[in-house]
């Protein structure tokens, strides 16, 4: 069947390194997205992946191995404004979009 | 401001109200789409839109009914709703469906309490 699984909630402290999982498993595969949405606002799209290895975005950076439907999302020198859901989802081979339901990630002093 | 603009923000109806979201993007997009996120759940997908035209509708009950008189506006008509319809209603839109990348602009939600 169609799932993704990430982690619900994750805490990293302010300057620090995080990593945030997606593990899928999905009706072919036609590339990899990762959003990120703050409280009470819209979605906004942050990396897309279709070929294995790491696409790497300013702090931000997106891993892909196709092979072991995984992903995982990087965020370095985290800051306060770090602080919000992401959403990782995929496209299968018929373009409809599979979704997480997002890793809440609350960043410390 | 994502260029996606959805009214009201927050909505608030008994069971037996009508009413209606509206969605509107200048983006030049081909695209509209409506989602349902729900606390803790993945996004649901309502309904696709691609050059005017329907493509999806992903087994949602007939109290919802959507509209799109044009590529820039999309409505998602409400009545007899259910309390577990209460809800985050995002519309997005993209250049349109099938295309590369596909990336997703979203508006930043109706939020739906049915009381």
């Known amino acids: 069947g169609q799932n ?4 619900t909630e994750m805490t990293a402290t302010e300057g620090a390194i995080v990593q945030i999982n997606c593990t899928y498993q999905t009706s072919g595969f036609n590339g990899l ?5 703050h409280a009470g ?3 906004t799209f942050l990396s897309y992946n279709v070929l294995d290895g790491l696409e790497e975005k300013g702090r931000f950076s997106s891993f892909l191995s196709r092979s072991k439907g995984y992903s995982y999302l990087l965020l370095k020198e985290l800051q306060m404004k770090d602080s919000a859901s992401y959403l990782c989802a995929v496209r299968e081979s018929n373009y409809q979009l ?7 990630l609350i960043i410390k002093p | 401001e994502t260029g996606v ?3 009201p923000r927050h909505l608030v109806m008994g069971m037996t109200n009508k009413k209606s979201l509206k969605c509107e993007q200048h983006l030049g997009h081909n695209a509209m789409y409506w989602y349902k996120q729900s606390a803790k759940k993945p996004l649901e997908l309502m309904f696709v839109y691609n050059f005017k035209e329907q493509t999806e509708n992903n087994s949602v009950p007939s109290r919802f ?3 799109c008189p044009n590529s820039s506006h999309l409505f998602l008509h409400l009545h007899t709703l259910q309390p577990e319809d209460s809800a985050l209603y995002l519309c997005a839109s993209s250049q349109d469906q099938g ?3 596909n990336v997703l602009t979203f508006g930043a939600g109706s939020r739906l309490t049915v009381l």
């Open chain 1, 4 to 7: 993704i699984d990430q982690p």
């Open chain 1, 33 to 37: 997205f990762w959003y990120q949405q």
């Open chain 1, 41 to 43: 606002e819209a979605p």
């Open chain 1, 98 to 104: 599979i979704w997480g339901a997002g890793t809440k």
């Open chain 2, 5 to 7: 603009t959805q009214t």
């Open chain 2, 65 to 67: 009914s959507p509209e």
């Open chain 2, 99 to 101: 295309s590369g990348a």
